[in-house]
């Protein structure tokens, strides 16, 4: 498999750490809100790598961050009277509720900023024994960009241009040795939430966080970090000299980065109105849709969201479940018996579509291809699966595009189509049969969606429901 690296600025071959095992760390959102439809592109793209790495046999040990400490996070509980935990607690709740939505699979650990701070005190601690920290007198702690003479090997920058270009917007009053230098450990600002250190009472810079939790979760070197391209730099930048000036190993063998969405060919920003939460998409359309659409473009190239594309995606997607919905039904109704030799023949001459789909996933996660290959399947499918056939070879050719939707994480199974609103529908009609004292009806009701996975409990409040 090849992918491409933003170190190298080239597609290498993929050669694990350790044979069948994949480290990857991909950095998560600040969560002081809602996340936005900008957000879900890395969570959905590197899900749909991870999925693909399992899918090829690889055990993927897969983690990911929440910033639940930073300046939006203070202002925001700030304006409202409440505690910055309240608001982190508050957003990584809903964030995995989106990302459920999204189908995006829960990471092998979420690890939070706030429960590493003594791990980023000890390495603060390493950097400033080793050289390459120094503690103002105010009590920050900075890199000595200096001294690491890799800085800049990431993102193609040189030391002397960045420090050239820092001259002119340093602030004053700044203690900092050089203008490149960044933040290990900040003093606290009243009202701040603050962590005792040797240094002074404060919090960690944010590039500390991702550091330590990598090196805690996956070890000193990893296989692969990720995150959207506007963390090259500084963010990543700034690991890889903390990481590597702290163990003396390399960091990450291979960067990968997506590209940016943009709306109706904007940059995406609330004062512009051209803004979107992954919630508001989400009353709107079974959040599949933007699943499906993200994954119909490369994850480097920059990515135009806007109402006609979103159209377009949906209705591309109701050609697959429309497809899988017809071989469900044939299936169901089909004859039982082992497949013909035409079956055989014909069920093998459908693997070329598979093939396909891996080559695409196999050269730098190319989903644009992959998404192409599925509708070649199904076409195919479309073409040769009628009532005639078996009920095995109808389940194969099931079982093919399944097995490739489930891949992208697109899931083709009935109940996967039902929308929220479409369960509630249902448990509103039920209430009211129970009322009517039509108990047949209301238990039918509950039956048909165990049925599809959905269990319903009474409750004091009303009835609840949740996905199994
Ligand atoms: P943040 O919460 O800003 O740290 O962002 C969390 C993740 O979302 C990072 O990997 C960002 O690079 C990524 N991200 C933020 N905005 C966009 C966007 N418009 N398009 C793609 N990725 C984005
Ligand atoms: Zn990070």
């Not at 082992?338 to 014909?346: G, V």
Request: with cysteine.
């Amino acid at each position: 498999m090849k992918i491409y690296n933003t170190m190298t600025r080239q597609k290498e071959e993929f050669v694990p750490l350790t044979e069948g095992k994949l480290l990857m760390y991909v950095c998560g959102p600040t969560v002081y809100n809602y996340i936005h439809i900008g957000n879900a592109r890395p969570m959905i793209v590197f899900d749909t790598f991870r999925r693909y790495m399992e899918y090829k046999g690889y055990e993927v040990n897969y983690v990911s961050n929440f910033t639940d400490v930073d300046d939006k996070i203070i202002q925001k509980a700030a304006q409202e009277g409440v505690d910055a935990s309240v608001v982190s607690a508050r957003y990584i709740t809903e964030c995995k509720k989106d990302m459920e939505d999204l189908n995006v699979m829960p990471a092998t650990v979420h690890p939070l900023a706030t429960e590493e701070i003594d791990g980023m005190i000890e390495m603060t601690g390493q950097l400033i024994d080793k050289g390459y920290a120094y503690v103002a007198e105010d009590g920050t702690v900075y890199f000595r960009t200096g001294k690491f003479k890799d800085y800049g090997k990431l993102s193609h920058k040189n030391l002397e241009d960045l420090q050239a270009g820092h001259r002119d917007i340093q602030v004053t009053g700044e203690l900092k040795e050089s203008p490149s230098d960044f933040v290990l450990w900040k003093p606290k600002k009243e009202g701040e939430p603050f962590w005792n250190s040797p240094w002074c009472e404060g919090r960690p810079g944010w590039h500390m966080e991702c550091s330590v939790m990598s090196k805690k979760y996956l070890g000193e070197t990893i296989d692969i970090h990720a995150g959207g391209e506007d963390l090259i730099f500084p963010h990543h930048e700034n690991e890889i000299a903390q990481s590597e000036a702290a163990s003396g190993r390399p960091f990450a063998r291979y960067w990968m980065h997506n590209g940016f969405l943009n709306i109706d060919n904007h940059k995406m920003s609330k004062s512009a109105g051209n803004f979107f939460t992954v919630r508001e998409i989400g009353e709107k359309y079974d959040l599949q849709v933007l699943r499906f659409f993200m994954l119909s473009a490369h994850y480097r190239s920059p990515l135009n969201f806007s109402a006609e594309l979103m159209e377009a995606a949906k209705s591309s997607l109701e050609r697959i479940l429309t497809a899988a919905d017809n071989l469900t039904r044939l299936r169901d109704a089909a004859r039982a018996g082992a497949m013909t030799d035409e079956e055989t023949k014909l069920y093998e001459a459908a693997d070329v579509f598979r093939q396909k789909f891996g080559q695409a996933m196999d050269d730098d996660c190319n989903t644009a291809d992959a998404v192409a290959a599925v509708f070649e399947l199904v076409k195919y499918i479309n073409l040769n699966a009628s009532a005639e056939h078996t009920k095995e070879y109808l389940q194969k050719l099931y079982d093919c595009l399944h097995t490739l939707c489930g891949v992208l994480g697109i899931r083709i199974e009935r109940e996967a189509q039902l929308l929220d609103a479409d369960i509630e529908k249902l448990i509103e009609e039920r209430t009211a049969a129970r009322k009517n004292k039509d108990f047949a009806r209301a238990d039918q009701i509950r039956d048909e969606l165990a049925g599809l996975g959905i269990l319903l409990k009474d409750t004091r409040e009303g009835v609840t429901w949740k996905r199994v």
